[in-house]
């Protein structure tokens, strides 16, 4: 069963950049089952999802985020990776990164990791 | 994007009773539909997907339904543990959206 775990920075100042990877285990990220995604979810609210990457490399981003938005994936560690640069207050969330399977929906979750935007 | 718009916002309920929840699309999600279970400090579960398959492990009284862009999540008989969040999501067309939620009280 494919586990997911995120890792990163649970501080990061205005303006700067938040970096997150999702490592992916008993599983390899080389599949075509899924795209790898990124969700967030701020503090007493609901779920937004961010964007996905492929195995191949190829992405797609939610349109409000596009312009601030990088991922990136790395199969020799079965990881991949969010950027999301000048970031704001409003960013300030717990950041998921999920498996979305073909006609399946969401089957797979980390669980989750609070990231806060503050000087 | 499709916009996805769940009610009530709180449902209160009483263990033993039939809870339903509805999902509407802003348009169409076709059979492209999932609810999501959360409870406080976790991660969503997986509860259906294809508006009316169950995902593994989940219990019969969780069923769903609906067409187009009109979903219902029913829970036949309530139990402690299903007190919760609920949220509906949209997989038919990027990108993938959520409903704002329905949270199930005592």
């Known amino acids: 069963q494919v586990q997911l775990q995120e890792s990163g920075p649970g501080l990061v100042k205005p303006s700067q950049a938040l970096s997150l990877t999702c490592t992916v285990s008993?599983?390899?990220?080389?599949?075509?089952?899924?795209?790898w995604s990124w969700i967030r979810q701020p503090p007493g609210k609901g779920l937004e999802w961010i964007g996905y990457?492929?195995?191949?490399?190829?992405?797609y981003y939610t349109p409000s985020l596009k312009s601030r938005l990088s991922m990136s994936v790395d199969t020799s560690k079965n990881q991949f990776s969010l950027r999301l640069s000048s970031v704001a207050a409003a960013d300030t969330a717990v950041y998921f990164c999920a498996g979305v399977r073909r006609g399946k929906g969401i089957d797979c979750w980390g669980q989750g990791t609070l990231v806060t935007v503050s000087s | 994007e499709i916009v996805m718009t769940q009610s009530p916002a709180t449902l209160s309920v009483s263990p033993g009773d039939r809870a339903t929840l509805s999902c509407r699309a802003s348009q169409s999600a076709s059979t492209n539909l999932a609810w999501y279970q959360q409870k406080p400090g976790q991660a969503p579960r997986l509860l259906i997907y294809?508006?009316?398959t169950r995902a593994t492990g989940i219990p019969a009284r969780f069923s769903g339904s609906g067409f187009v862009t009109e979903f219902t999540l029913t829970i036949s008989s309530l139990q402690s543990e299903d007190f919760a969040f609920y949220y509906c999501q949209q997989y038919n067309d990027w990108p993938l959206t959520f409903g704002g939620g329905t949270k199930v009280e005592i």
């Open positions: 294809g508006v009316s």
């Open positions: 008993g599983g390899s990220i080389i599949t075509g089952d899924y795209f």
């Open positions: 990457i492929y195995y191949s490399g190829s992405t």
